[in-house]
């Protein structure tokens, strides 16, 4: 299944919890979804790099999302779950809590970021779906990596 199997006016993303909030991806970035694998820490490395794991031969960094989105540090257990996703060209694993479900929605039912006073939440935040009864951020992934990392993998 794909957004082009519900036409352009529809999205398709994955939901996944990160503490008690729910999020969200536009499912075409993900790659795959793996089980929490321990990560080998990276000396110097910023505090929401995890660390980096084996994914058939290639080396994945591993960033620990609700760090990176400033909510703490998470403490994976065996229900964590690393979602693959794709940066610009580059492989990223985002270490989240669970994942939900796979959410269709009408693109224009995307509400836009409230306005907080801080550019930072546009930045990680590009809507708010709101289905069921429940809303969940769709997060941006272009900000995820600091920019020097992109320019790097480019």
Known sequence: MSNMDLGSDMLELISFRVGEQEYCLDIMAVREIRGWTP???????????RGVINLRGAVLPILDLKARLG????????????????IGT?????????????????????????????????????????????????????DILPAEELASAA
């Open 39 to 49: 990560a080998t820490s990276l000396p110097h490395s910023p505090p929401f790099v």
């Open 71 to 86: 909510l703490g540090a998470a403490a994976p257990d065996a229900r964590s779950v690393i979602i693959v996703v794709h």
């Open 90 to 142: 580059r492989l990223v694993g985002l270490l989240v809590d669970a994942v939900s479900e796979i959410l269709a929605t009408e693109r224009a039912s995307v509400q836009p970021t409230p306005n907080v006073g801080c550019d930072t939440v546009s930045r990680f935040v590009q809507g708010i779906i709101t289905q069921d009864g429940r809303m969940s951020s769709w997060i941006a992934l272009d």
